[in-house]
């Protein structure tokens, strides 16, 4: 009798998860982050920016699905206000409350707006925005969280 070529092959079990809710959400902030720092550093060099998405089309020659890159609108979290510049760090479209009643980061001029993305991307990455996430994310539909 020949031995079986799957009877060489290790089998074990299915691995759990190894991603948390939490680190989901830290995630999906830190994507949109990054976004936000392409827009601002963007403005500060005086370029445009158009932030793309993929998705498939039916082409009408071929009858064929495609990807095909579309212009996607992003609004920035960056304002100006009487001279100076602000960021609202957003989830889910909410401002998170940073600290006790302020969801705005002071930032001043423009040319600091990537620095101070770059330092909440970092904060974020690090576990600090935990709790401002978990706060939003309750009062969210169960499929939007």
């Known amino acids: 009798m020949t031995k079986s070529i ?9 691995p759990e998860k190894s991603t948390t809710p939490e680190a989901k959400r830290r995630d999906k902030l830190i994507n949109r982050l990054q976004v936000q720092l392409e827009m601002a550093t963007a403005l500060v060099n005086g370029e445009s ?4 998405k993929e998705k498939w089309q039916k082409n009408e020659e071929t009858g064929q699905q495609e990807k095909v890159k579309i212009a996607k609108k992003v609004s920035p979290w960056f304002y100006t206000k009487g001279g100076k510049y602000y960021l609202e760090v957003r989830y ?11 969801h705005a980061i002071e930032v001043g ?3 600091s707006l990537p ?8 904060a974020t990455a690090n576990g ?3 709790k401002a996430i ?5 009062k969210l ?3 939007r969280a």
Do not use: H
């Open 6 to 14: 799957l009877s060489s092959l290790k089998a074990v079990a299915r």
């Open 49 to 52: 920016f158009t932030c793309y």
């Open 92 to 102: 889910a479209n909410k401002p998170l409350e940073l600290s006790k009643g302020n």
């Open 109 to 111: 001029d423009k040319e």
């Open 115 to 122: 620095i101070v993305i770059q330092t909440v991307i970092d």
């Open 128 to 130: 600090e925005l935990d």
């Open 134 to 138: 978990e706060m939003v994310a309750s």
């Open 141 to 143: 539909p169960i499929n």
